[in-house]
């Protein structure tokens, strides 16, 4: 327990371009988050009319840094890369005024392995993916659903054009899957984020555009767009940060259990960045 005290003291007190090297870093420092992306680890909220029905997403999950360390790179620049465990709850509800009902929820677990260099980052991930339906649902509508679950690897390239300007793309391999023939998925997109908005001196503010998008294997393809706009306040030079947005989904349903619905909304919710 003393050696990893040590270790731990030491790593925090080894600075290179305000990133801290050795055990337990910060996350959301090296590829950071996709912000238009509702299946990325994050604790988030949003509410949504679909089908004459209020539902709402909620999502419970969190990446926790496990070891960061630097790799020499040419022009003196080098390559800092880091290990994360995320792990996320991400389910639906059937608001009503009697009994909200409990529809559906996935349940993630990954292993992301970031690295950056410049403007450049990455992140590659083994994951695990299993799906559920709520007994709320069940009774309702006497579907009990199927068994879903896969595991794979998934991969995205970032680039930062510009300090306010984000680009990225990437795909999703699947290892094993049930039920069989799972297929993997692409997915792409862009961030725009206005300058400092100068709110708070102690916080940093800024408005931004992101736009998401998949095309699914299992889906034949077919493209799923998820667009936000939002406002984020947060420190300086952390990831903890609060954002408030309004969005569009349009494509096949991102839940496991639902994913040959087609899906068509407009959502508005507040998001938690640790």
């Known amino acids: 327990m003393r050696a990893l005290l040590l270790v731990a003291l030491l790593a925090g007190a080894a600075r290179a371009q305000d990133l801290v090297y050795g055990v337990i870093p910060e996350t959301d420092q090296l590829f950071h988050r996709l912000l238009a992306d509702p299946r990325q680890p994050q604790t988030t909220v949003r509410f949504y009319r679909l089908g004459g029905e209020n539902l709402a997403d909620v999502a419970l999950g969190n990446t ?60 590659v991930m083994a994951f695990h993916e299993s799906s559920h339906l709520g007994d709320d649902y069940i009774r309702r509508t006497r579907d009990t659903g199927f068994r879903y679950s896969i595991e794979g690897v998934r991969t995205v390239f970032s680039y930062e054009v510009r300090p306010d300007v984000r680009v990225y793309g990437g795909g999703t391999g699947v290892f094993h899957g049930v039920p069989s023939g799972q297929r993997g998925a692409l997915q792409y997109g ?3 984020r206005s300058p400092e908005l100068g709110l708070s001196k102690r916080h940093e503010s800024w408005v931004y555009l992101a736009q998401d998008f998949k095309n699914y294997g299992r889906s034949g393809w077919n493209l799923n767009s998820k667009t936000d706009l939002g406002l984020r306040v947060g420190l300086p030079k952390g990831a903890r940060a609060l954002r408030v947005h309004v969005g569009y989904f349009g494509g096949r349903s991102e839940y496991g259990q639902l994913h040959k619905n087609r899906e068509h909304y407009w959502d508005a919710g507040v998001s938690f960045d640790f």
Do not use: K, Y
């Open 64 to 123: 926790w840094g496990w070891a960061r360390w630097r790799i020499p790179g040419a022009g003196g620049e080098d390559w800092i890369c880091q290990l994360n465990v995320a792990g996320m709850g991400f389910s639906r509800f059937r608001l009503h005024s009697l009994v909200n009902e409990f529809q559906t929820i996935d349940f993630f677990l990954n292993v992301p392995v970031e690295v950056r260099r410049g403007r450049f980052s990455a992140q």
């Open 190 to 192: 862009f961030e725009v």
